[in-house]
């Protein structure tokens, strides 16, 4: 039983670190760059383009893609939109050494 529960709590701890790192992640100002992050099942790239975003790279991923974030409105279209979570682009691209 005390196995069991370790290793419950082990993975929880891996499934929720990044969910938890997204969400204490500085949120997007307008004019910087931004990472927009979507669910699985609907392309961040659609979001983008449904919410009159320009892309800042063509890299893209499935899950997110890398924008400038014209004005606040353009912000607020992404969230309507489906965005899951806009965060700050300048601390992914730290992270990620670009």
Known sequence: MPT???ITSCLTTLILAPLLALL???IA???EPALVVA???KPSVDIVVS???PELATA???LGVLVVIPDAQALRRLFENGAWFVIDGKRIAQLCEV
């Open 4 to 6: 069991l529960i370790i």
């Open 39 to 41: 669910p699985p099942w």
């Open 51 to 53: 919410s009159d975003v």
């Open 29 to 31: 100002v307008p004019g």
């Open 24 to 26: 204490g992640a500085p």
């Open 60 to 62: 893209r991923s499935p």
